[in-house]
């Protein structure tokens, strides 16, 4: 089955820098990745979204890239806020958005 | 729109008790799924549904029995609590890959404690 691994498992950065998460999965036939943000005691929530047929997508201030031939994508935040404090799980499926597995996570300080 | 519910929030049980975690959804979603969140970790797929009527195992399955009667309903049963299966649980739903995108849409989680 697909093997989802991400680092780092923490990340402190100061406010107003820029915040760097990689994912790398198993499975060459994953067709879509997404990034989800989990506040402590919530659920989490889709923030960003790639399928493999794209190698970039960006959202205000946070992008995804996606390199399928070395299996590995990355979420990039810029200009961090206080409130970007959160555990982020990347995550993978080769079913098109079912059946997703998810990396360890990633939890984010930002310090102001 | 109610969205993805799950019903109980908190549950506390004593091992070999069996139970229900409960989850809709009124997004008429074809796709629905459990996770279970241990601390620290991320999310493992328990169970999923393609549809009414539809099941399948994901990667942590036993222990564990679902059903899917409506497109609405997807329940979680326990068979005989375990402490290992103290975890949150998140129930999720997503539409069939389309223009309308793949997101799964999650509950709010049933946080369970087995003593």
């Known amino acids: 089955g697909e093997n989802v691994e991400q680092h780092p498992s923490t990340l402190s950065v100061q406010e107003g820098d820029s915040a760097v998460i990689k994912c790398t999965y198993s499975d060459s036939a994953s067709n879509y990745f997404p990034w989800y943000k989990q506040e402590l005691g919530k659920r989490p929530q889709l923030i960003i979204d790639?399928?493999?047929?794209?190698g970039e997508k960006k959202d205000q201030r946070i992008a995804v890239t996606l390199n399928k031939t070395a299996k590995h994508f990355s979420l990039h935040i810029t200009e961090t806020q206080p409130e970007d404090s959160a555990v982020y799980f990347c995550?993978?499926?080769?079913?098109?958005?079912?059946?997703?597995?998810f990396g360890g996570g990633t939890r984010v300080l930002v310090k102001p | 729109n109610a969205g993805v519910t799950q019903t109980p929030k908190f549950q506390v049980l004593k091992t070999g008790q069996s139970m229900t975690l409960q989850c809709a959804q009124d997004m008429n979603h074809e796709y629905m799924s459990w996770y279970r969140q241990d601390p620290g970790m991320g999310l493992r797929l328990i169970h999923y549904?393609?549809?009414?009527?539809?099941?399948d195992q994901g990667e942590v399955p036993n222990g564990y029995n679902v059903s899917r009667s409506t497109t609405e309903d997807f329940p979680l049963r326990l068979l005989s609590a375990a402490p290992s299966q103290t975890s949150v649980y998140f129930c999720a739903s997503s539409r069939q890959p389309g223009p309308g995108g793949y997101e799964q849409f999650f509950g709010p989680g049933t946080r369970l404690t087995v003593l």
């Open positions: 995550a993978a499926s080769r079913d098109a958005g079912n059946k997703l597995t």
């Open positions: 549904s393609v549809g009414a009527g539809i099941t």
């Open positions: 790639i399928r493999s047929n794209v």
